[in-house]
């Protein structure tokens, strides 16, 4: 299942986290976009890596390692969640509204484009 988390509930939802990894924020914007906005939330581990790179990179990330996709309005996140899931990623999670909404509801100091 692809849970849904709004920004403003990201730290909560990082923080059910257990273990000692660290979770994933996983951006998968492109390079230009990343440069227009990021963010670095606290209790987790962001990577930049672009949509269509994914599925060439996949064997970089690790099924067992709970990942929040965003992006920047949540249409590609959520199908890069999708992809993950059906690769047998077993906690997943769609960042929704993404980065702008991550600008309204947790952050006003990230640029909206």
Same mark, same amino acid.
């Given at each position: 299942?692809?849970?849904?988390?709004?920004?403003?509930?990201?730290?909560?939802? !990082?923080?059910?986290?257990?273990? @000692? +990894?660290?979770?994933? !924020?996983? @951006?998968?914007? &492109?390079?230009? &976009?990343? +440069?227009?906005?990021?963010?670095?939330?606290?209790?987790? &581990?962001?990577? +930049?890596?672009?949509?269509?790179?994914?599925?060439?990179?996949?064997? &970089? !990330?690790?099924? @067992? $390692?709970?990942?929040?996709?965003?992006?920047?309005?949540?249409?590609?996140? +959520?199908?890069?969640?999708?992809?993950?899931?059906?690769?047998?990623?077993? $906690?997943?999670?769609?960042?929704?509204?993404?980065? @702008?909404?991550?600008?309204?509801?947790?952050?006003?100091?990230?640029? $909206?484009?």
């Amino acid at each position: 299942m692809i849970e849904q988390i709004p920004p403003s509930a990201l730290p909560d939802w !990082l923080a059910t986290v257990t273990g @000692d +990894q660290l979770p994933l !924020l996983l @951006d998968v914007r &492109e390079p230009a &976009e990343w +440069q227009a906005a990021s963010v670095q939330p606290a209790g987790a &581990e962001l990577l +930049q890596m672009s949509m269509h790179t994914l599925p060439a990179r996949l064997g &970089e !990330l690790d099924p @067992d $390692r709970p990942v929040a996709v965003l992006c920047h309005h949540g249409v590609r996140s +959520q199908h890069v969640a999708a992809f993950l899931a059906h690769h047998g990623f077993e $906690r997943v999670a769609n960042v929704v509204g993404g980065i @702008d909404a991550w600008s309204v509801q947790a952050d006003p100091t990230v640029p $909206r484009y």
